[in-house]
């Protein structure tokens, strides 16, 4: 008998997880799509670019929602069984209020890991095509820059054609190993200057320790010079902004590949931000579980179901809000970057502490 109700457990919970990641999946891509749409209109891209493009990216965000869609979910189920005379079934059976917010809690850990390491890397892949496929449509494409496993590369225009820089890392207002191509707007090699490390706090860039060559009539002239400095559109912290979204990277790209992302340029503490936030993820879902068996199994009588659902949409907004502002304390460094992915999740488990030990005694 205790298997069939711990399967009963464990099923009914499933489905109500499935049903609200789907009710979520549905929002999103219709939210979502329109944006698409309005980035495509003027583009020469087939009709189905847009919706293909949402379906890839919804996934990523699914996983970002999950603690809310954990807590909805958990809250369903739990008034189902409630509202079924299920709950007290159960409890006849011997399944507390503590064991059954266990089961479900312990559930929900261990399908967070379970995202983290099978469902996190495919949707990251998915994100990884969304932005490149993206990129070929953006408008502004004078401009690029984008860091990858060869280190920092941008293009940009300057007053007589063209100029592309290449630097090997990017760390602390500097870059170094830098190398610069430019190029007249018939894409005609014009000079190349190659410099040990350049500052770039600012927009107007202050190369050190400068070798410049110059080709003039199929002749290439070198220059030596201590200093060199240019104006670029681009700065130290307009190069990081730009790769503050890591969703293109899994949690095992992180672990796995974290000094070499750190070497290529990524910030660190955003590095650090998004692993712990990512560490955070199956504390998230249990302690959010257990936030809804508080708000649920406080008695066996039915109720309205519409007034839990209302309640537990405002709760879920409220610790949205909550968790942005610690993010925002982070960014402003009043706290640490990574603090800031855990004080969510402390404060709110030491208020459901004290309520799962209250509905234990019911």
Do not use: C
């Amino acid at each position: 008998m205790n298997k069939i109700l711990f399967k009963y457990l464990l099923s009914g919970f499933a489905k109500s997880l499935f049903t609200w990641i789907l009710i979520f999946y549905a929002f999103g891509l219709i939210l979502n799509l329109f944006e698409e749409i309005e980035f495509f209109k003027n583009t020469n891209s087939s009709n189905f670019l847009p919706l293909s493009l949402t379906a890839l990216y919804i996934p990523s965000m699914i996983i970002k929602l999950l603690p809310f869609i954990i807590f909805l979910s958990s809250m369903s189920f739990l008034l189902g069984i409630r509202n079924s005379t299920d709950l007290l079934t159960l409890k006849v059976f011997g399944y507390s209020n503590f064991k059954i917010f266990f089961i479900l809690a312990l559930t929900s850990f261990l399908f967070g890991w379970f995202v983290l390491f099978t469902i996190n890397p495919i949707t990251s892949a998915m994100m990884k095509y969304y932005e490149q496929t993206k990129s070929q449509y953006s408008r502004d494409i004078d401009h690029l820059i984008t860091i990858n496993k060869n280190g920092l590369w941008i293009k940009e225009n300057d007053n007589k054609g063209f100029r592309i820089i290449s630097a090997d890392k990017t760390k602390n207002n500097f870059i170094q190993n830098v190398k610069i191509f430019k190029l007249d707007k018939d894409y005609n090699l014009i000079e190349t200057i190659d410099s040990k490390y350049a500052n770039i706090s600012g927009n107007q860039w202050n190369l050190s320790d400068v070798t410049i060559n110059k080709l003039e009539n199929g002749v290439t002239n070198k220059v030596l010079q201590e200093n060199y400095s240019f104006f670029s559109e681009y700065d130290y912290r307009k190069i990081t902004s730009l790769f503050k979204n890591l969703d293109t990277m899994s949690f095992l790209d992180l672990i796995l590949n974290y000094k070499d992302l750190n070497n290529r340029g990524y910030n660190k503490d955003h590095l650090n931000q998004n692993l712990n936030s990512m560490l955070s993820m199956p504390f998230f879902l249990f302690i959010m579980t257990a936030l809804s068996s508080i708000l649920t199994m406080n008695a066996l009588k039915k109720s309205n179901n519409f007034t839990f659902i209302v309640v537990g949409l405002l709760t879920s907004v409220l610790i949205y809000y909550f968790k942005d502002l610690s993010l925002a304390l982070g960014q402003t460094n009043r706290i640490s970057l990574s603090l800031a992915a855990w004080i969510p999740i402390v404060v709110i488990g030491l208020f459901t502490s004290v309520g799962i030990l209250q509905i234990n005694e019911k």
